[in-house]
């Protein structure tokens, strides 16, 4: 929450719009970390770095001195900012700065002496910094040594001294109440609390216990983490897993991903700080923690506000217009270092690192990128696609061909519910250039949307709204209902009326952006285009055609040229236009 920082991390990158939290996200580090690496003289120590700088990778680079791992080869194409000014380091800075002041409301200028007295008081007159928590922390636990520090609180090991966790160790969280100076701050540490609260239960999540508060301060009480973090893990190992290794630590971040996807959560600050070791053992599960900058997001709603850090923040994020994606470019960032042991965008000063997200092409050819297998590099690359539209799911990923395994269930999909919405919603004719796009998909594919339709449990071979409607009630939370992600089976109700066997289901539940990312589209596309000329295609007049888009006149000049002028039907070219579709701004952004 508030601007990122850890100790043990480069920081983050602020809100632009100065509308997140106004505590600090380190502090939330539920574990105790016993090791301490010495300075490196190549890579600095991060874990001294001030609060709102950047810092270069601590990771070594496999590529000769004085060459970055991601050099800056920029696309043919201008990227275009949804506000000025055009680079995205001044901006952040300027929100980061402000953040770590009090926010001073306006001074009416009838009232100019009020304004003095509240500013005095610290400009904290009439917040309510009462959260309905606990009071009675003092005689449940037992503080110990602290474990960690930040900005606005600080982390200490603690014991139970009384209940259910009477003798247990725990972490708590200390939030100060006197550095919530804004409305805003009051309502992340609320929000924070209600995130654990709520998705507390899967496995590889940091269990919550209870939320307590005093006068001064919120104690957050949760799960002691002592294997350390991933990221001490990482710099143990001299930066580089073997794929094997790796594996496992991905799977591990894509469940709890997904699973927290699922619930309408979008973390927006996952980097291997704010992984876990349960234990100290070889083989311990990890623990995603620190929600501090985590938000509920509802379904086809986008973001605005930019947090997250700065090596791992996705592109959309400083685009300010981002979804649950953003996750999915964090973890591919992760899987680059653990394959590596480098950073894929890396710069010596803050603005270099944004532009670095923005432009720079990850290094996919120097060591050890010749050894890693081909399923590996595919992996990374289809989740550091600067397109979020293509980018894989967490559940996508987790069937990837470098990550499958037949032994292990795969979890419910929520975007399955988004793509169903707009094909049971679609023209027939749309349907039909789907129809012919199904065709034409690979075996993977296949095997993703077979596991989806058996989590809908299928009737007869069949589902129908309520199918859809069951698997989602079966992971419901509190998160859920927080995020409205119940609201997508409103959106589903032309569903009601009919039902899909699995041939049509996978008709629906495909997406043309995930096909276009895929080394073979140009095959799937041809392929896809035989069978739409023999059952699908039709004559087709630029005005009909503009309709089936929702375009005005204003297109007919562009969408002539996907029409042939010999039969009057789509041409390849116009197939896959269509197919691809339009994509129109809209106003569907939480400004906060």
């Known amino acids: 929450m508030g601007h990122c920082c850890s100790k043990s991390s480069a920081v983050a990158v602020a809100n632009n719009n100065n509308s997140n939290n106004n505590h600090d996200p380190s502090t939330s580090t539920a574990a105790v970390h016993h090791s301490k690496h010495a300075p490196s003289p190549a890579a600095g120590d991060a874990r001294n770095t001030p609060s709102h700088s950047f810092t270069a990778s601590p990771f070594p680079s496999p590529l000769p001195a004085g060459v970055a791992p991601s050099p800056a080869r920029t696309p043919g194409r201008k990227f275009r900012w ?278 720079a092409d990850p290094n996919f050819d120097g060591a050890p990128w010749p050894t890693v297998s081909p399923e590996a590099k595919d992996f990374v690359k289809r989740l550091l696609n600067k397109d979020h539209r293509k980018r894989m799911t967490a559940v996508q990923a987790l069937t990837h061909p470098w990550l499958r395994d037949e032994r292990r269930a795969v979890p419910l999909d929520f975007v399955i519910y988004k793509l169903v919405k707009s094909y049971v919603r679609a023209t027939p004719f749309r349907r039909a250039a789907m129809k012919a796009l199904s065709k034409a998909i690979t075996e993977d594919e296949l095997y993703y949307l077979r596991a989806q339709f058996t989590l809908l449990e299928p009737k007869h071979g069949y589902v129908s709204l309520d199918n859809f409607r069951t698997a989602l009630m079966k992971y419901s939370t509190d998160a859920m209902k927080e995020s409205r992600v119940h609201d997508i089976i409103n959106m589903m109700e032309p569903l009601s009326h009919k039902k899909l066997d699995f041939e049509e289901f996978c008709v629906a539940a495909i997406s043309t952006y995930h096909l276009e990312a895929l080394e073979g589209w140009e095959k799937i596309a041809s392929t896809a285009f035989e069978y739409f000329e023999r059952e699908g295609n039709r004559v087709i007049s630029v005005e009909e055609l503009a309709q089936e888009m929702n375009l005005g006149p204003t297109s007919y000049s562009l969408l002539k040229d996907w029409i042939r002028t010999s039969d009057r039907k789509l041409s390849f070219l116009g197939y896959t236009k269509f197919l691809h579709g339009v994509t129109i701004r809209t106003s569907n952004t939480r400004h906060r």
């Not at 985590?294 to 981002?322: C, K, M, T, W």
């Not at 394959?339 to 432009?359: D, H, K, N, Y």
């Open 82 to 359: 949804p506000l000025p000014p055009p680079s995205p380091a001044k901006p952040i800075m300027a929100a980061l700065r402000r953040r770590m002041e009090p926010k001073k409301p306006p001074i009416p200028e009838e009232n100019h002496q009020a304004v003095e007295e509240e500013e005095e008081e610290g400009g904290e007159r009439g917040l309510d910094k009462s959260f309905g928590y606990g009071k009675n922390f003092g005689a449940k636990f037992e503080l110990g040594k602290e474990v960690g520090r930040g900005h606005f609180g600080h982390t200490c090991s603690a014991k139970g001294k009384k209940g259910e966790l009477k003798g247990q160790p725990v972490a708590v969280k200390i939030i100060s109440k006197a550095k919530m100076t804004t409305a805003i701050a009051i309502e992340d540490v609320r929000r924070e609390v209600k995130i654990l609260k709520a998705l507390s239960g899967h496995k590889n999540l940091v269990k919550f216990y209870d939320a307590f508060e005093d006068a001064n301060n919120v104690y957050i009480v949760m799960e002691l983490c002592e294997g350390g973090e991933l990221l001490d893990k990482i710099l143990s190992r001299g930066g580089r897993y073997t794929e094997e290794d790796a594996k496992v630590i991905i799977v591990q971040i894509l469940s709890v991903v997904a699973y927290c996807h699922l619930q309408g959560v979008v973390h927006r600050d996952l980097k291997p700080e704010n992984f876990l070791f349960a234990t100290r053992e070889d083989d311990a599960p990890m623990r995603v923690i620190d929600f501090g900058l985590s938000d509920f997001i509802r379904p086809d709603q986008r973001l605005n506000d930019i947090v997250g850090s700065a090596y791992y923040v996705a592109p959309e994020v400083l685009h300010r217009s981002y979804s649950v994606e953003a996750d999915m470019w964090s973890i591919g960032v992760i899987t680059y270092i653990l394959l590596c042991g480098s950073r894929p965008f890396w710069a010596r000063t803050e603005s270099g690192i944004f532009r670095s997200v923005l432009r």
